[in-house]
Every structure is written in structure tokens, then in C-alpha cells.
Nanobody
């Protein structure tokens, strides 16, 4: 069982940066690939980024590639999402998730989810 707690969301202006954190419980954090997803009102949850257990492989959605960076610190049981050049369309609740089934970009392949943190980008 893995428990995930996101933090770092908030209200920012377009062009600003923000870093989200996701703290995981447990002693085996490094065996889990971690993903970030987001969900805007009225829309389906969408993939943002994912990173392998040891951090050597990462993937991004086209909409955030070049602006967002996913990273992890396994000694701290934490995965991060550094967001730069934020746009109003990045406004959503951001969720982190964990899986041992590869490094997927599909939400159904993730087994553990945090409660989410709100990111609002004003124009």
C-alpha cells in the first residue's frame, strides 16, 4: 500500500513557475514509477508526465513538453513537477500516482493516487 500526498499548488499568473511535490509513504518508493495527471472542470483526467522508479526515464504530454520537468528524490520519497511558463489552460487539479506496471501514460495503469492539489493560472 502506498499513500500519496501532493502539495505546492496555488494561484499564479501566466508565465510564472510553480513546483508541485508528492510525498509517498512506505520503504519501497523506488520500485514505483510515478506519474502526474491533471483534471480541469468538465474534462477528463489527462496525463502530464511520468518517471521511472530510478528516475532514468521520463515522458511528457505534448502540451507540457519543454515547460514542465518531472523529477524524483528516492531518498526523500518525493516526486516533483516543476512547471514553468504556465498558461491559463494549465489550470486544473493535479494528481500524482504510483504504479509498478511500467511507466504508463494511461491513468488506469496506476494503482495509487493522491488527493490532488489545485493549480490556477490567471491571465
Amino acid at each position: 500500500q502506498v499513500q500519496l500526498v501532493e502539495s505546492g499548488g496555488g494561484l499564479v499568473q501566466a508565465g510564472d513557475s510553480l513546483r508541485l511535490s508528492c510525498l509517498a509513504s512506505g520503504r519501497t518508493f523506488s520500485v514505483y514509477a510515478m506519474g502526474w495527471f491533471r483534471q480541469a472542470p468538465g474534462l477528463e483526467r489527462e496525463f502530464v508526465a511520468a518517471i521511472s522508479g530510478k528516475g532514468g526515464t521520463s515522458y511528457y504530454s505534448d502540451s507540457v513538453k519543454g515547460r514542465f520537468t518531472i523529477s524524483r528524490d528516492n531518498a526523500k520519497n518525493t516526486v516533483y513537477l516543476q512547471m514553468s511558463s504556465l498558461k491559463p489552460e494549465d489550470t486544473a487539479v493535479y494528481y500524482c500516482a504510483a504504479t509498478r506496471r511500467g511507466v504508463p501514460n494511461v491513468s488506469t495503469w496506476y494503482d495509487y493516487w493522491g488527493q490532488g492539489t489545485q493549480v490556477t493560472v490567471s491571465s
